[in-house]
């Protein structure tokens, strides 16, 4: 019975370590699929991917072109940060570390 992956008979007592041995380099040395250059593998990879092509609809398109928060309130703590009024509570930011720390352990 041949390994299904290595493609290396296998198992059987009447095959010596030397015949194995010759069988499982000549399998190491055959080219992976026939693409052994990585060059041409990754120019198979492109010419694969270039006819792929994304149509976005009109509201995904406006979705993408705005931003995902709220533009004054950063400007807001910005400026909040910058005069030294933003309220810090240092026990809120100690629980938050002491509660990632739980989710990594």
């Not at 990754?42 to 398109?61: M, Y």
């Not at 072109?65 to 005069?83: G, L, M, N």
């Amino acid at each position: 019975m041949s390994n299904p992956i290595s493609g290396v008979f296998s198992g059987s007592p009447t095959l010596d370590k030397v015949t194995l041995d010759k069988a499982k380099r000549k399998v190491l040395e055959r080219p992976f699929d026939g693409q052994s250059d990585p060059v041409k593998a990754e120019q198979a990879r492109v010419a694969a991917t270039r006819d792929d092509e994304l149509i976005l609809s009109p509201i995904a398109k406006q979705a993408m072109a705005e931003p995902a928060f709220d533009r004054s309130k950063v400007e807001a703590i910005k400026q909040a940060i910058q005069d030294g009024s933003y309220p810090v509570n240092a026990r809120r930011i100690a629980e938050s570390f002491a509660a990632m720390e739980k989710l990594i352990d």
